[in-house]
């Protein structure tokens, strides 16, 4: 695809909401977000028959508008919820049983990421928020990347450059969470904790926050073992690598603290009615350390943002929920909250958090 020069004016880059898993809860919870708006402002990339099986678990449906351009987004009527066609999808997609693991789902959901990502960054659309993939059906397809990060990172690497550094950070409303190792077995995550890698992932935090307006963001830096090694007794990654992170970073003048108890530290962070937080976020080791905390409080208003990206992505902070896919019982409330933090996001001073230093239209290429 070689889209042409950026048309002139925010109005007609819209956000660009990735269909996800055409058998997950994706579709719907992409309907349910967009329709009836009085002013569309987003665009799925995806298949239209796709997304019209899911406009049917609506009652009533809501119309579908597809679009070839992003910026016919000014087209698509008010109250439709409008389809940017992604090219190259396999046939058959609206057939598909609901819930079960499909190769061609999985190409499908990748393909959308990678048109999105492509418009994106040729300046055609605001940012990608994206809705969940089944990392199973990606490895049935051959996808080289475990989940979005990873995939959204390669897509981002400069032609000749290396990938920039990116992180995955968790949030709601009473708690921030990033990570230092994202999808890979624990074993290898442990492994792969040293004091550069913690290092950066604090850099990486610091930037993204004050990208939120936080001007000086306090940031807890949890231990990997229990009781943060007890002092060597439960092992030593914390004296080798994090606490030396943690000193290089304040020594910055990054207000950095740590290594502390992962046990505890989450509840210390936790920003609530009467218990205001210490701290701003907590950098975390593992993924289930710092993500079990975030969940536990509640998937609907939980949002994932992609830190470091050079463009704004955030995403719902659940799966693919085979298991109610295709009931029209989905809840499209986190994915509404993905939007309003990529909107946040979109307007902050910084730019984008975390950088490196930084019903019509044509109806082609169906895939039903």
């Known amino acids: 695809m070689n889209p042409p020069s950026p048309p002139d004016g925010p109005a007609a880059r819209p956000w660009l909401l990735t269909l996800g898993d055409p058998v997950g809860i994706g579709p719907e919870i992409a309907v349910k977000a967009l329709a009836g708006e009085a002013r569309p402002d987003t665009l799925i990339v995806g298949c239209?028959?796709?997304v019209r099986r899911a406009a049917g678990l609506l009652d009533p449906p809501p119309p579908v508008a597809v679009v070839t351009l992003p910026e016919d987004v000014?087209?698509?009527?008010?109250?439709?919820?409008?389809?940017l066609q992604a090219k190259g999808l396999p046939a058959g997609l609206a057939a598909l049983p609901w819930g079960r693991i499909d190769a061609r789902?999985?190409?499908a959901a990748a393909l959308c990421i990678e048109q999105a990502v492509e418009w994106v960054r040729a300046g055609r659309g605001q940012g990608v928020v994206t809705a969940p993939v089944h990392k199973e059906?990606?490895?049935?397809a051959g996808v080289p990347y475990p989940g979005h990060t990873e995939m959204l990172q390669a897509l981002s690497r400069a032609p000749g450059g290396p990938l920039p550094p990116v992180r995955m950070m968790l949030a709601n409303d009473q708690l921030r969470v990033v990570l230092v190792t994202i999808h890979m077995a624990l074993r290898d995550a442990v492994e792969a904790i040293d004091a550069?890698?913690?290092l950066e992932t604090v850099l990486i935090t610091h930037r993204a926050l004050q990208a939120f307006g936080i001007e000086r963001p306090r940031i807890a830096v949890a231990g990997l073992n229990p009781h943060a090694g007890e002092g060597g007794l439960f092992g030593r990654e914390e004296i080798e690598h994090i606490a030396p992170a943690v000193a290089r970073a304040r020594a910055g003048g990054i207000d950095a603290r740590g290594p502390f108890a992962p046990d505890t530290v989450f509840m210390?962070?936790?920003?609530?009615?009467?218990?205001?937080?210490?701290?701003?976020?907590?950098?975390?080791?593992?993924?289930d350390h710092g993500l079990i905390p975030v969940k536990y409080?509640?998937?609907e208003e939980g949002v994932n943002v992609t830190l470091?990206?050079?463009f704004v992505r955030t995403s719902p902070d659940h799966g693919t929920a085979f298991d109610i896919a295709g009931q029209g019982r989905a809840d499209a409330a986190s994915l509404q909250a993905a939007r309003r933090m990529a909107r946040r996001l979109s307007r902050t001073p910084a730019g984008v958090p975390g950088g490196g230093g930084a019903v019509s239209g044509s109806s082609a290429g169906r895939c039903d």
Do not use: W
């Open 137 to 140: 059906a990606l490895s049935a």
């Open 48 to 50: 239209p028959e796709v």
């Open 105 to 107: 789902a999985g190409q």
């Open 297 to 299: 409080l509640g998937v």
């Open 74 to 83: 000014v087209q698509v009527p008010p109250g439709a919820v409008g389809v």
């Open 308 to 310: 470091g990206l050079p």
């Open 196 to 198: 550069d890698r913690v």
């Open 268 to 287: 210390r962070a936790r920003d609530a009615a009467g218990h205001p937080g210490e701290f701003d976020v907590v950098v975390a080791m593992t993924h």
